[in-house]
């Protein structure tokens, strides 16, 4: 398949189910190239199951700047929560916590940009009523009814919740999250948002190639009727 160098915009104009989906040299382009999807690098990290990577569109130097900055978000969070399970500088404050908040938060805001877009499921109303981030914050606020139990449980949720509208070549990843979820300790907290974040963004792109697929017939149909009219 040829390999599409913009993501974003498929993912605005037609995952998303923009108007603009019928931009016309898009519709043109997956109309008459059968071959056409957007697809993860086939380099990988072989020590990291959910290390594909994903091309953006910018341009391969937008796309390192992006990388580096991830790395090295994720590289003070985990700095913050400890290395190791004899890391005597883990204490999980105010502080700490509410920097695993901002990753959650983002994380819930893309599980619900993949949910559909026409109706309000049950796990629309699951995820809005059960993670509430006001609430969230003040059970951190107020410190003794929030701990690791209480952020292995708001992740289970994305994780079922992911685990139901992802591709079933996906099925893998989800069972490696649940496992590092099962296993989760204060220090390996960085490790699995990473990862979550990660299969995100792959499911994304699934669900993007299969919006390509599911239009394509419609616009081959529209453009032999415009070439008629010509």
Known sequence: PRKVHAPSILEKNILQGNS???NLSLA???ATDNDLEIQTSSLKD???PLSEKIEYDGGAGNNL???NLQEIYWKNMQEKLGKSENDETIKMGL????EVIQPIKEIKAKVVDLLPKKKITSMHT???SKIDIKILEQQIVDSETFDLNEFKKYLCLIIDTMAKICAPVRDDKINDLRQQLAACQIWTITRLLNDVNKLLKLMAIDMANFSIKAIR???QKQQVEYERKK
């Open 20 to 22: 603009d989906a019928r």
């Open 28 to 30: 043109h382009a997956i």
């Open 46 to 48: 072989p020590s990291d």
């Open 65 to 67: 700047i992006l990388e």
């Open 95 to 98: 502080t700490e916590w509410f």
């Open 126 to 128: 699951e995820l809005e």
């Open 217 to 219: 017939p419609y616009l």
